[in-house]
């Protein structure tokens, strides 16, 4: 309730009031214009209206001058002049978030690319285009800045272009290149195939769509993968070629790692005619490992009934208890799987979260989207990488992507960019995990805040991401 009536308060501030009878209404401050400057910078009003919030900067200077001057009356004036440059800036910032997301988004992309894959003069040109479509936006031509947004857009595709050529394809071409001169066309075909699909792929992207970086870097590190294989397989086919006896060290090798594996579990994996029976052998002391726990747990059950037996309870309580020792059973699955997640991610990157229905949450403290912006940073892609390898240890949970936003602006604006992070996220993971998990996305807005949307930490906390990992339910 105090989020609405304080954004009601924010859009009053700033339609000029004209009431009846009164001569004057109460003078701006100098705290209410630095709150608003601060709440028009979160916005990225600078960049997207940087006249409006530099008159609104100068203005509230002049104001502190004046007031150290003792000159009250200048004071008001100029703070009355930054107040209302403040307002105009931020709903030029509302029309460049509302007409041009698209544009915005693929400058951002731009941005967040590595400098040294970026060509300066087209990244130059690139920003030149781009402030001319906010000129007209300040100047309130609409229909001039869409026509200005078409070429800003395709100098800036251009810049990504070469970026991307750069950053996903060349690394590809290096690997390539590398796995080629140890013969893998001979020792490896079929990786350094595989590899050259994937250089296919991401040209092809870079030539469609310059935006699509996230795909771009799926198909790149897979590319990257398959290079870096077929050099180790051909590397080693050279070797063998060389030195046939070294078939017999590797034969060796092999073995002692399956007579160790077979030590633990009480098997002989080496002697086993071939990889099938291995295979056969593997799955039987699994088996009878998990006939053991389930021996465990019908003995536990078989502890529960006599207990109840004893204790005279109602009927029914046999089907609730078995309900509790199963939601106990996921709990603990959940507890020992967490210990190991702890080791995939930096404890300031990522918060891992248990519920008490047993939901794993993944916090992404460290994926700091720009204000209005779904574009993923790249810095993070490491981080959502863990995140899908975390994914696969619970391979029997549905996955929930989660968007959050902070309170500041309109609450269909917030619920919009909530539900656009969230699905920028599911395409990254349903890309990285090349499509084997459903994952749903699902945008909350500023409806579940975790902190007090009044102050900026508040704020930061709340405007996140959140991969949900489900426990089942009875």
Request: charged share 30%; with cysteine; proline share 3%.
């Amino acid at each position: 309730m105090f989020n609405h009536v304080t954004k009601a308060i924010r859009c009053l501030m700033v339609v000029p009031m004209l009431i009846v009878g009164v001569a004057t209404a109460q003078a701006v401050t100098v705290e209410d214009v630095e709150s608003r400057i601060a709440e028009a910078e979160q916005l990225r009003a600078m960049e997207f209206s940087p006249r409006h919030y530099q008159e609104a900067k100068r203005s509230l200077e002049n104001a502190k001058a004046y007031l150290a001057s003792g000159n009250v009356g200048e004071a008001d004036r100029e703070l009355g002049n930054s107040d209302d440059h403040i307002s105009m800036a931020m709903e030029s910032t509302q029309k460049m978030n509302s007409y041009f997301s698209s544009l915005l988004e693929s400058r951002d992309r731009m941005q967040m690319a590595d400098p040294q894959h970026l060509r300066t003069d087209l990244v130059e040109r690139a920003e030149r285009d781009f402030s001319r479509v906010i000129d007209a936006v300040e100047d309130g031509d609409i229909r001039k800045a869409e026509k200005e947004a078409k070429p800003a857009k395709d100098t800036i595709h251009a810049a990504q272009v070469v970026a991307a050529r750069e950053q996903f394809a060349r690394p590809i071409t290096k690997g390539v290149a590398a796995a080629r001169k140890v013969h893998a066309r001979k020792h490896s075909p079929n990786a350094l195939n595989e590899a050259l699909e994937a250089h296919k792929k991401v040209e092809e992207l870079i030539k469609s769509d310059p935006d699509a970086q996230v795909q771009m870097h799926a198909a790149s590190q897979l590319g990257q993968y398959k290079a870096e294989r077929a050099m180790k397989i051909a590397a080693l086919g050279d070797r063998i070629s060389k030195n046939p006896a070294e078939i017999e060290t590797m034969v060796d090798a092999e073995e002692g790692r399956l007579r160790l594996l077979g030590k633990h579990l009480g098997i002989d994996l080496v002697n086993a005619k071939d990889a099938e029976e291995q295979a056969m052998m593997l799955r039987q002391a699994i088996d009878e490992m998990e006939k053991g726990y389930q021996q465990q747990l019908a003995d536990s059950d078989k502890t529960i009934e006599a207990l109840n037996a004893k204790l005279g309870t109602y009927e029914g309580d046999l089907a609730s208890m078995e309900d509790m020792r199963r939601k106990l059973q996921i709990k603990r699955d959940a507890e020992a799987k967490i210990k190991r997640l702890t080791k995939l991610f930096k404890a300031a990157d990522v918060e891992i979260l248990l519920t008490p229905d047993s939901d794993v949450i993944l916090r992404m403290k460290a994926l700091n989207f720009r204000s209005g912006s779904a574009v993923i940073p790249p810095n993070t892609y490491a981080m959502l990488d863990s995140a899908s390898q975390a994914m696969i240890m619970f391979p029997d949970r549905a996955v929930r992507v989660e968007g959050h936003t902070d309170a500041m602006g309109a609450n269909v604006y917030n619920q919009k960019l909530s539900e656009r992070r969230a699905g920028a996220v599911n395409t990254y993971l349903t890309e990285k995990l090349e499509g084997r998990r459903a994952i749903e996305a699902v945008g909350f807005g500023e409806e579940k805040p975790i902190a007090n949307n009044e102050t900026a930490k508040g704020r930061e906390k709340n405007r996140r991401i959140d991969i949900v990992l489900l426990a089942p339910r009875s």
